[in-house]
DNA sequence: TGTTTATATTATGGTGCCTAATTAAATAGA
DNA sequence: TCTATTTAATTAGGCACCATAATATAAACA
């Protein structure tokens, strides 16, 4: 999370420059609005989910619950979807088991493993999160015409696809 | 930060757009999908600041204060450029003093306040992070010709300057 | 002078991550 | 079959980043 409410200004970029030749200005201060930006649509959605009573961890957890078939998946899957550790998945399952919008059941199967399973007071934070959310994504996203909207994520793309320029 | 390593798929956008009518798919789509890339490009910078032992949070206070013509700043000038509470700067000030890259002095004018003051191994961890940070920062950004640059800072800030649509 | 305001810190706690160690169970191989 | 390895999940412990509330101190104001 960017933690630069003000951006560069020119006379800063060129402080900048002056001290380290060479410096693209226009590439700096390019990359630091977008992560501005960036910060600032995330902390949009922030403060939506919690009107609701969620965080975004708690949130994209009940959204890949939610994706399955039947509302289920295992520690082990739900880490590998989200891209972190299995220890911290235990974590969210915790708070939301807390929550009672989760429960951890047997599997059947192995009984080293778990299935959490989406409980009907989850389903129903969703019912009650999600037509919100999409009133509210898509009020915001139609702020840019379809070719912006195209052209913008095509950029995006592109530059994640390039991070390994980064390394 | 982002938590959906895997994106939606068609096909649960299909389940989610059946269970909550009027969904605007590709809204949907296209935000998780901005999120996705803004969180890969931030994570790449925590990578490059890593390298140089710092993070997001150290770095951009090591940056506002090389910014200042003093290489000064107080505790709650800190805090409105950063857009966080005092008390927080407070934690990382005591780690950047901690690993000498600042100093608190007293302020002669007012004692109630201090001033931070950016050391020479303040200076110094600058002046090895940002060389690497300007020509991968360069590097990045060039993948994209200036037109598309332009084009998607541009609907960055469109979407930015309409986010109390998400109110 | 006495009250209000401003500065910074401490105390405390929540969220989001991690690594390493542990427990338990399944599986693969001799 | 029995042992060794692998797999699943958790616990323990810790760090980074943030907040609020309470506190101490000092300045400003009336």
Chains 1, 2 share one sequence.
């Not at 989200?82 to 429960?103: C, N, Q, Y």
Request: hydrophobic share 45%; charged share 30%; proline share 4%.
């Amino acid at each position: 999370m960017l933690l630069l409410k003000e951006l560069p200004t020119a006379k800063s970029l060129e402080k900048f420059a002056a001290r380290y030749p060479g410096t693209n200005v226009r590439a700096i201060s390019d990359f630091v609005s977008m992560l501005r930006a960036c910060a600032d649509i995330s902390q949009a959605l922030d403060r939506l989910l919690a009107k609701h009573g969620l965080l975004q961890g708690r949130w994209w957890m009940l959204v890949l619950l939610m994706r399955q078939d039947d509302l289920t998946s295992s520690p082990t899957d739900l880490a590998a979807k989200a891209g972190v550790t299995k220890a911290s998945i235990t974590g969210f399952i915790d708070g939301l088991e807390r929550e009672g919008l989760v429960i951890r059941l047997p599997d059947p199967t192995d009984r080293r493993k778990y299935l959490i399973r989406l409980t009907a007071a989850g389903l129903q934070k969703l019912d009650e999160t999600i037509p919100d959310y999409n009133s509210k994504v898509d009020a915001l996203m139609s702020s840019l015409g379809e070719p912006e909207r195209d052209e913008m994520l095509r950029s995006l793309k592109t530059l994640v696809e390039n991070l390994e320029l980064m390394r």
